[in-house]
Structure formats: C-alpha cells, structure tokens
C-alpha cells in the first residue's frame, strides 16, 4: 500500500465501485469510464492501489475517531470503554446497540469487495489491449490476482464475524440489470466461500517469495485461512476445525517474512526460553514502528500521515484529544495500589510500552504504535509521543498489524491445547509470555484444558491489545458472557442503573444491521434480537 497511492487514475473508475445503491440515470460501467480502463498495467496497478486503499479507509477511518477495526474488534470488550459518550459509544459501554449505530453499517466492506470482484473480473484480459511494452506478466498477473481474492477473502471473514449471514456477491456490478438485492447467504456458505477464495489465493501465491509487509502474500494468506478455521459462531452453526487451522499455522511457518527470513515455526527455544522466530525483548517496539524491517511481521496497514493526515484514531492514538473511548479501568487500574491491573503491576514489558502510565489525565493514552521507542526503564520512564518528536504534537505514521508471528503462534497454541497437545500449547505460549519478561508458565500450573485457553486469551489481550483481535477471541471461545458480565454491571451501577449485566443472549454477539443497510435492501433481514 505503500507509495502506490500516486496512482491517481483508479478514483476515475473506483468512485462507482462497491455499492449497492443504483440511481436510475447510471450509466453502466461497461458503458462509460470502465472501457477506457484496464488497458495496461499501469490500470493493473492502479485498480490493486484502489483496492487497499479502500481497505485501508475502511479500517483505520476516513475521518478522526472512525477506525473500524477498533469499533469492530475491540471496542465490545474488556480492552477499552467510553470516556466522551456519544451515541456510538455509550451503546458499545453498555451493551445496548442498535441499527443506528454508525459502525452496524457493512457497506465500507462491500466497496472493497466490489473492487477486489472488479479487478478478478477485468484483469485476466488486460494483454488483450495492452501495447507490447505494458502488458503484464504472467507472474505480475497472478500475484495481484491472489490478492484480489485474498482481500474478498479477509473482507467477507469480517463480515462473517461480525454479522453472521451476508449476501454473497462474486461479480461486479456491470450492467444496470444487475440485481443488487440479493438475501442474506447462511454463514456456512459465507464461510465456505471465504475458504475456496483463499485457497486460490494461495495457489496463485508463488511459494518461498520475501513478501511486501503492506501486501497479501504467502503468510498472510494462510494465516487469515488459520484464523478462519479457528472461528466459531454462537449458534454452533460453525464449528472450529482445529487440525485445518494447525495445518495452515505450518504454512504460515514455512513462508518468509518481509526480511526474507522463513518463519520456520521451530519449537527450540534459546537459553532464555525465547523463540528465535520472535525479535528479542528489547525490539518488541519495533514490532509496530519499523514492521518493514522486522522479522516477526506478516501484513500491515500503513497509515501515512503525509498522505492520509493524522492517525486521530478512536483509544488507538495518542493523541490529547478526548477520543469517545479510551483504554479501560480494568487494564489500567486508576491507583498504583492496584497490582492486578496489567500496566499497574510493572512486570510486563508491553504494558507501559503500550499505555502511557506518565500521563496524570484520564484518558491513557496509546503509544504502541509511536517511535522511539516509548520505553526506557521497568518503572519510570516513559515517553509520550511530544516528549519522543523533534518537534512537540508531530503527528507519525502508524503501521497498524492485521496478522503478525506471536498472533500465530498464540493462535496455534490454542490449536494444540484443543487438539490434546498440552505440552506443545503452554510451550508456544511461553515463547510470547517470557519473551514480555513474566515468569514461564508449567504444566503443574495449567493442569487442564480449560486453565490453559484461559491464559492464551490472556495472553493474547496483553500481546495484541488494541489491534483488534480481543472481541473475536471472546466470541470464538465463548468468553464474552463471563469476562463482559461482571464489568457490564459495575458500569451499570456506576450509571444509576439496574445491573442487568451483559445478559444471557448470545445472538447479541453479532452486531445489528444497520437501519440504512436494511433500507437500501428489502431481501435483508435484521439480526435477531435487534429491533428495526
């Protein structure tokens, strides 16, 4: 994603692509402006820039505070809760959403979709136009091709999670006889099309290639397959298949990374019972500011503010403005007399690289995703995005993950433990555990099942906080109730209010439509129990 941004000729075609909605006067896209495009490679690229860069808005916003996979993946859970309330975030703080909701609303995914459809569609015969010196490779071409259906892939796994049953479209929308009111597909056809799509992606992948960080390549493929498996919906109507998931954790293990090193997946630790898959201790930072160079890395968003702007993102920033939700009481613990609380406990190395415990405001603001390194010393000294610039309140780029090695690695070790491999299970989640300098995990301490997911999700909360992974480990392992149920009601008594809560009803796990997405078409159907 990076750079390619110059290509300025794919928002000629893209600003029609991806919607659902149809004025009467359209012109159908192989009528106009889509005639004159997809004649060389240089559309090739272009349309592949318009595709992540949709996806890129998508996700981190495409105004302050809309980052959608915040809202999406975190901002349910127990990582985050509202400090300015507005509509959004009051019903997110208290388990009350609605079809009003601004981020109940699916559309952003479909335009990516509708690109990545587009693009599929269009690409293989770009050399049938194209003058001798810009016709495209045949490797050129397959590469972007994995990707096209690689992103349909991660897209509609989005909307899997998040929603359950979606319209399952594969075509774009070329003709003004196309139907756009397609019913809601069952999610285990959602699901089925989400792996026959990455399945393709990844034959069409060139295997052992060094990957671009800010691309869909070999790891990044499998390691969405990996997490597809894992996934389990509330109704049991998707089950988790572990030894897919486990199989597809290998392939992760034998791609390479941005660096060219090959993850390898070696269960040999180091003498200090570290991975050396994982970077060291002392370079966890850069995990998150240099990904490029980093040898643990699989695929990011670049978020560049020379292009973009500031990365004013909803409890992600660090920014001093009052975001409408910020890092949660629990995590933090608001008196350092509270040893319980992650950042207040002072053993984990991550937590006071992630939250900036200097601050005396109430906001906690987020340093994760800022350089240098944010960390100096155990229990004093920590730097603030102004204090760390050259120049006080510069904004920095942020390089946010969406797969990344210790996500895998903690995700095969739920795998193992699933699959009876207790042994293997506690020794991947050590790798990640000793690496953020806590003491490692034994077999006499985690003696069941049970006791061993309960400290990968742990674990998992504490690696990846706020990248937008903690709402789907609750779902996918049936957590939400019991970790959600007792804050839900301390933040109901607070209110005033009756302490229902987070309730029994785990349809609640899904989120509504949103009330436009349901107006747009009259073959959806609201997820039950929402109100319209």
């Not at 109940?104 to 003058?131: E, H, M, Q």
């Not at 960080?213 to 998707?238: P, R």
């Amino acid at each position: 994603m990076k750079k390619i941004f110059s290509y300025t000729l794919f928002f000629i075609v893209m600003v029609v692509i991806g919607s659902c909605k149809k004025a009467v006067n359209e012109t159908p896209l192989s009528d106009g402006t889509l005639n004159q495009f997809f004649k060389s490679k240089y559309d090739v690229y272009a349309a592949v820039a318009g595709m992540y860069g949709a996806f890129q808005t998508t996700m981190v916003g495409e105004s302050q505070f809309n980052n959608r996979i915040t809202w999406w993946g975190d901002s349910r859970s127990d990582n985050i809760q509202n400090s300015t309330p507005n509509s959004n975030s009051n019903e997110v703080h208290f388990n009350n959403l609605t079809p009003n909701n601004s981020y109940a609303d699916w559309s952003p995914l479909y335009t990516v979709i509708g690109r990545a459809n587009l693009n599929i569609a269009k690409f293989p015969d770009v050399n049938n136009s194209a003058l001798a010196a810009e016709r495209i490779t045949d490797a050129e071409l397959k590469s972007y091709m994995s990707q096209c259906y690689a992103m349909r892939a991660l897209c509609y796994f989005y909307i899997l999670r998040i929603w359950g049953d979606a319209p399952i479209r594969l075509a774009p929308f070329l003709d003004l006889n196309d139907n756009p009111f397609a019913p809601r597909d069952p999610k285990t056809k959602v699901k089925a099309q989400i792996i026959a799509d990455l399945k393709t992606a990844y034959d069409l992948t060139v295997k052992g290639a060094t990957p671009s960080v800010w691309y869909l390549g070999e790891a990044a493929i499998a390691a969405t397959m990996a997490d597809v498996y894992m996934w389990k919906s509330h109704d049991n109507q998707i089950v988790p298949e572990y030894a897919n998931a486990i199989t597809w954790i290998k392939n992760v293990f034998a791609a390479k990374s941005p660096t060219g090193k090959t993850y390898t997946g070696t269960p040999t630790a180091n003498s200090s019972g570290l991975s050396p898959d994982l970077v060291p201790t002392a370079e966890w930072k850069t995990i998150f500011t240099n990904p490029a160079a980093n040898i643990e890395t699989i695929f990011n968003i670049h978020w560049d503010v020379s292009s973009n702007g500031c990365p004013c993102m909803m409890a992600v920033s660090s920014t001093v403005n009052n975001t409408p939700m910020k890092t949660a009481d629990e995590l933090v613990g608001k008196t350092p007399s509270n040893p319980s609380a992650w950042l207040r406990a002072g053993l984990d190395i991550r937590a006071k690289q992630t939250i900036d415990s200097a601050k005396s405001d109430n906001f906690d603001r987020i340093i994760k995703w800022y350089g240098p390194a944010g960390y100096i010393n155990a229990k004093t000294t920590y730097l603030t995005r102004a204090q760390s610039d050259a120049v006080v309140g510069t904004d920095k780029p942020v390089y946010f993950p969406i797969y990344r090695l210790a996500d895998i690695f903690l995700l095969y070790a739920e795998a193992l433990n699933k699959t009876g491999d207790a042994a293997n299970a506690i020794k991947y989640l050590n790798f990640v555990h000793q690496r953020a300098t806590l003491p490692a995990y034994t077999s006499a301490q985690l003696t069941t099942q049970a006791q061993i997911e309960d400290a990968i999700l742990q674990e998992r909360q504490w690696e990846l906080f706020d990248e937008g992974k903690r709402w789907f480990d609750l779902c996918r392992t049936d957590h939400v109730i019991p970790i959600m149920d007792p804050i839900l009601k301390k933040r109901q008594l607070a209110a005033g209010a009756a302490q229902i809560g987070w309730g029994t009803d785990v349809r609640r796990y899904l989120w509504p439509l949103n009330r436009n997405v349901l107006n747009a078409n009259p073959n959806l159907v609201q997820n039950p129990p929402y109100s319209d």
